[in-house]
């Protein structure tokens, strides 16, 4: 596909089941492959055979996934051309809704066959687990109703990326606008935050009419699939084994009573050193002694330069498998229009390499974006010898712990961009940062869970849940005359929209990757080790133990918040 910006990328492994010359895209070609796994099923009649069978299946499974990828990234990488658009929907709306029903059948060939239980339990029980879950929920009604839940969520990501303001003559992204927000003209800094958020508020209806249509398509899902509302379904649709939803209260509770108060004094302590009355919106993100914004790099390859020295002088391993990306081409790093927001990491699971996108503007949260992004790159890579495709896709909460950890790691070594002052308020900034983040992963998920556990819910009812939430979590900030803008906040959280209940995983990982951050600083190189171990384990098993393997605990509890918020306060102590 020409619109990648990497071209053609080896498998991994040669293929020995897939055929080379195979359209992908054309279900005339993949269907006969589904067609031989079913028929081989059959005639197995030793262990080793059905072990072949399996990493048949797994390619096939990985070449799909691949494909699929690669539209998406075209998709988002060029939201405003017709052939990625074209092309993406297109394997949405034919090939997936056909692959359901087919994978589908394979699962259940697998769990009834015969010889699986003399597969070695310790290499096959997650397998097996999760193989039972995917059996359990299926039901082909549902096939059409999440092709039209995808489809919306590339509305929703088409609608965002469109975006643009008139800003003192120029056109500008909303990605773009963020960075004036750090300015220290406030008057600028209202200008700027005002345009913006008046520029979604005359989208909000369109917003919240895509948001009500996947509301409908998820209540629905879960209700074919026999659960009382989507809470239930999607807790076990994310393969959820080791938590349940009282956990995820519990977390709420644990940040309501440790990381709020720290907040709060963030909070104060920035109003007085601005000397301000009030915090208001566009108060948030300047530095509280008005001196001039960090200003990383103007240009993307600056970022790759000084991110490549974080490395180098980080792990020479993970210095190398950083310029390997850089090499191949697997990065799209700097905004512009027509791009997708935010920014991600995704596999192509036949190369078993990593592709970084993002939305680069120049300021230092693109940095801790770009070490977070590195984190999941360098994930995927340490699980490249693992032939199960099912093991490569890790549960979320490991992965993220790979990203944040590297945030925190990596900004030990600020000072490849800055002086050594500078390079000091950074890494206090980033803090700062996950202060914040923990309260908003709380409103996020809390929010997600008043949403799907009311059924029937009006728009004023999701709005007023909505403002609870903020009352509850959003701190000491005074939105007096934009109270339409805070209802409507939740409109930016693209998970909300594309990936339900994918949210308190940052939020768990971010204490692992606290842990993490802790055992560097008694011991650097063995909490790298733990690190990698864990990593490479990729899904094979339980989150306990992948937690475990890289040297955390399992825990959200309050007992578990606790230490690490005063970690963090004693941190800021060393910074001031």
């Given at each position: 596909?020409?619109?990648?910006?990497?071209?053609?990328?080896?498998?991994?492994?040669?293929?020995?089941?897939?055929?080379?010359?195979?359209?992908?895209?054309?279900?005339?070609?993949?269907?006969?492959?589904?067609?031989?796994?079913?028929?081989?099923?059959?005639?197995?009649?030793?262990?080793?055979?059905?072990?072949?069978?399996?990493?048949?299946?797994?390619?096939?499974?990985?070449?799909?996934?691949?494909?699929?990828?690669?539209?998406?990234?075209?998709?988002?990488?060029?939201?405003?051309?017709?052939?990625?658009?074209?092309?993406?929907?297109?394997?949405?709306?034919?090939?997936?809704?056909?692959?359901?029903?087919?994978?589908?059948?394979?699962?259940?060939?697998?769990?009834?066959?015969?010889?699986?239980?003399?597969?070695?339990?310790?290499?096959?029980?997650?397998?097996?687990?999760?193989?039972?879950?995917?059996?359990?929920?299926?039901?082909?009604?549902?096939?059409?109703?999440?092709?039209?839940?995808?489809?919306?969520?590339?509305?929703?990501?088409?609608?965002?990326?469109?975006?643009?303001?008139?800003?003192?003559?120029?056109?500008?992204?909303?990605?773009?606008?963020?960075?004036?927000?750090?300015?220290?003209?406030?008057?600028?800094?209202?200008?700027?935050?005002?345009?913006?958020?008046?520029?979604?508020?005359?989208?909000?209806?369109?917003?919240?009419?895509?948001?009500?249509?996947?509301?409908?398509?998820?209540?629905?899902?879960?209700?074919?699939?026999?659960?009382?509302?989507?809470?239930?379904?999607?807790?076990?649709?994310?393969?959820?084994?080791?938590?349940?939803?009282?956990?995820?209260?519990?977390?709420?509770?644990?940040?309501?009573?440790?990381?709020?108060?720290?907040?709060?004094?963030?909070?104060?302590?920035?109003?007085?050193?601005?000397?301000?009355?009030?915090?208001?919106?566009?108060?948030?993100?300047?530095?509280?002694?008005?001196r001039p914004p960090l200003r990383p790099f103007e240009k993307v390859e600056k970022m790759l330069t000084g991110t490549q020295q974080i490395f180098n002088r980080l792990d020479g391993a993970l210095s190398q498998e950083f310029q390997q990306l850089q090499a191949l081409g697997l990065l799209d790093l700097a905004n512009r229009k027509g791009k997708a927001p935010g920014g991600y990491q995704s596999t192509l699971a036949e190369a078993r390499m990593p592709f970084i996108f993002m939305n680069a503007v120049g300021v230092q949260r693109d940095v801790e974006t770009m070490l977070h992004e590195a984190g999941h790159a360098f994930h995927a890579l340490a699980i490249r010898s693992e032939d199960l495709y099912a093991y490569r896709n890790p549960p979320i909460e490991i992965c993220e712990v790979a990203s944040m950890s590297m945030e925190l790691l990596g900004n030990e070594f600020l000072d490849a961009f800055y002086s050594p002052a500078d390079a000091k308020r950074a890494r206090r900034d980033h803090l700062e940062g996950i202060v914040e983040i923990f309260p908003w992963i709380a409103t996020v998920d809390a929010f997600q869970?008043?949403?799907?556990?009311?059924?029937?819910?009006?728009?004023?009812?999701?709005?007023?849940?909505?403002?609870?939430?903020?009352?509850?979590?959003?701190?000491?900030?005074?939105?007096?005359?934009?109270?339409?803008?805070?209802?409507?906040?939740?409109?930016?959280?693209?998970?909300?929209?594309?990936?339900?209940?994918?949210?308190?995983?940052?939020?768990?990982?971010?204490?692992?990757?606290?842990?993490?951050?802790?055992?560097?600083?008694?011991?650097?190189?063995?909490?790298?080790?733990?690190?990698?171990?864990?990593?490479?384990?990729?899904?094979?098993?339980?989150?306990?133990?992948?937690?475990?393997?890289?040297?955390?605990?399992?825990?959200?509890?309050?007992?578990?918040?606790?230490?690490?918020?005063?970690?963090?306060?004693?941190?800021?102590?060393?910074?001031?």
């Open positions: 596909m020409s619109l990648l910006p990497f071209q053609n990328l080896p498998a991994h492994k040669p293929r020995r089941f897939v055929p080379e010359e195979i359209d992908l895209g054309d279900w005339v070609q993949i269907a006969p492959l589904f067609d031989l796994l079913e028929t081989r099923a059959i005639g197995i009649r030793s262990v080793p055979h059905l072990e072949k069978w399996i990493l048949d299946g797994s390619e096939l499974s990985a070449a799909l996934d691949e494909e699929g990828t690669k539209r998406y990234i075209a998709m988002t990488c060029h939201t405003d051309n017709p052939e990625a658009e074209k092309a993406y929907l297109h394997f949405v709306e034919d090939i997936e809704p056909r692959l359901k029903p087919r994978q589908f059948k394979l699962a259940e060939i697998y769990l009834t066959h015969p010889l699986r239980k003399e597969l070695p339990n310790e290499r096959y029980a997650i397998l097996d687990r999760n193989t039972k879950l995917h059996v359990e929920l299926y039901r082909p009604e549902n096939v059409p109703l999440e092709t039209e839940e995808a489809k919306l969520g590339q509305q929703y990501q088409k609608l965002s990326g469109s975006l643009t303001v008139e800003f003192r003559g120029e056109e500008k992204t909303l990605v773009q606008m963020a960075r004036y927000l750090e300015e220290t003209d406030r008057a600028l800094r209202q200008e700027a935050w005002e345009l913006a958020a008046n520029r979604r508020l005359q989208e909000a209806e369109k917003f919240d009419d895509i948001f009500d249509r996947l509301l409908k398509i998820r209540e629905k899902i879960a209700r074919n699939a026999g659960f009382p509302n989507y809470l239930q379904y999607a807790f076990r649709a994310r393969g959820r084994f080791d938590y349940t939803p009282e956990d995820c209260v519990q977390f709420h509770n644990a940040i309501e009573k440790e990381v709020m108060p720290v907040l709060r004094e963030l909070q104060k302590e920035r109003r007085r050193q601005l000397k301000l009355r009030a915090l208001r919106p566009w108060d948030l993100a300047v530095d509280a002694l008005n869970h008043w949403i799907y556990s009311h059924p029937g819910h009006t728009k004023a009812d999701r709005n007023g849940a909505w403002l609870e939430l903020m009352d509850r979590f959003g701190g000491d900030v005074d939105w007096k005359g934009y109270e339409h803008v805070r209802e409507n906040l939740w409109h930016r959280q693209l998970h909300i929209y594309l990936h339900p209940f994918y949210y308190i995983e940052y939020g768990i990982a971010q204490l692992g990757a606290l842990q993490v951050w802790a055992n560097s600083k008694r011991d650097r190189a063995k909490a790298l080790s733990d690190y990698q171990k864990g990593l490479a384990l990729g899904g094979s098993r339980p989150l306990p133990e992948l937690f475990a393997a890289a040297g955390c605990r399992f825990d959200f509890s309050g007992d578990a918040v606790k230490p690490l918020v005063d970690l963090v306060r004693k941190e800021f102590a060393k910074l001031n």
